[in-house]
């Protein structure tokens, strides 16, 4: 293998991938990244057996061949190399690197025994647009449970309709939903459960790569599925993941519907009056007060601690509806809230022993759903 390429280029690829390399004390072969070089490409892949990452850089090769190295000491290296040409050379089972005044010298494996990273089917194809979709994961990943004991709230739920992907998480306790817009080159509607450490790391590319380097028309993230494997593929950079089996619940089903009480709070407003609360809630309960006294047009909110002392803050509000209060853990509330993206959010309110829901103003591609706290 002899390869060349401009550092940034390497560096850039080698950063997108090598964050899935990790220490693997059973398969030390897992902590290396694969370079290929082919054709006209040269590929760097990286994978931890349930998620393979490969992105793909301009440069030149004059000698095909594959090869792997520790991708921690590749990457950083790289990464301090002059912004110039660099010249890649496999001899004697070893990487020569030379850039400028830089010369060295990586020990590595045979590519033999890296993993193959399992191929998706492309027929079927769906697009979404690649801020959008980075925005609506951040706004729904937090609320996915911790907990091993049901696997299938381990990830996000993407529910693939004609036209729109509806993203959904809960843990139990809370619920966060989003829908954006979809393309498609099919019919087939499609419901299936992501891993949170996979859409975590879709995050990150997204948040970390150029898109003034994957050009104009590359400002989609195409998502293809086989029976138990996503591709999700941006421009040069392909992630192919495990799905996790199972069915995700009908949380739908829990979402209330019906007469209660809707109050239309500035968002600014309302998180300061909930921080300074939540200093007054109890200690591993994180509870505070919000009532609705009808036709006053306020939010009261309160708190009690035998140990600290206790708080009572009125909001301006817009309130429509009957008399109400519900008791809610602050964390959760606040989870919620630093999600949505309008001035002024809204609260519905059924009673004390149904879930509260909060959307933004005016917008309807959001909302977030508390369990209460019963008393």
Not at 79 to 84: E, R, T
Not at 167 to 186: F, I, M, Q, V, W
Not at 274 to 298: E, H, M, Q, W, Y
Not at 317 to 339: E, F, H, P, Q, T
Request: net charge neutral; proline share 3%; hydrophobic share 40%.
């Amino acid at each position: 293998m002899k390869i060349s390429s401009l550092q940034e280029n390497l560096k850039s690829g080698l950063n997108t991938v090598s964050h899935i390399a990790g220490k693997n004390l059973n398969l030390p072969i897992l902590n290396n990244v694969m370079f290929e070089a082919k054709g006209k490409n040269i590929r760097f892949i990286t994978t931890d057996l349930e998620i393979g990452v490969v992105s793909t850089v301009r440069g030149k090769v004059e000698k095909e061949g594959v090869y792997t190295v520790d991708a921690k000491v590749i990457s950083e290296y790289i990464s301090l190399l002059p912004n110039k040409k660099v010249d890649i050379d496999l001899k004697d089972n070893k990487l020569k690197i030379q850039c400028e005044n830089y010369k060295t010298v990586i020990k590595g494996q045979s590519a033999e025994d890296f993993p193959l990273i399992p191929q998706v089917d492309r027929e079927q194809h769906y697009k979404v647009n690649a801020d959008e979709f980075k925005k609506a994961l951040s706004q729904v990943i937090f609320a996915v449970s911790n907990s091993e004991t049901r696997i299938e709230l381990s990830g996000a739920l993407l529910n693939f309709k004609k036209n729109q992907l509806v993203l959904a998480a809960t843990d139990s306790y809370r619920l966060a939903e989003c829908k954006l817009p979809l393309s498609t080159n099919g019919q087939a509607e499609k419901k299936i459960i992501v891993p949170a450490k996979t859409l975590q790391e879709v995050i990150r590319i997204l948040s970390n790569i150029k898109l003034e380097a994957v050009g104009e028309g590359d400002m989609e993230v195409e998502m293809f599925i086989s029976e138990n494997q996503i591709l999700f593929t941006f421009g040069s950079i392909e992630l192919v993941s495990r799905l996790i089996e199972g069915q995700y619940p009908d949380y739908e089903q829990i979402i209330p519907v019906g007469p209660g009480t809707l109050a239309t709070i500035n968002k600014a407003e309302f998180v300061q009056a909930v921080k300074a609360s939540a200093i007054f809630s109890k200690t591993g309960i994180n509870d505070i007060n919000l009532d609705f006294p009808a036709g006053k047009n306020r939010v009261i909110i309160t708190s009690e601690s035998s140990q600290v002392g206790e708080n009572t803050i009125n909001l301006d509000a817009s309130v429509k509806g009957k008399d109400n209060g519900i008791v809610i853990n602050y964390r959760y509330l606040l989870d919620g809230i630093n999600n949505i993206n309008t001035n002024d959010l809204k609260l519905e309110v059924i009673d004390n022993a149904t879930p509260c829901v909060i959307r933004p103003d005016k917008e309807n591609s959001y909302l977030y759903v508390i369990m209460p706290i019963k008393q």
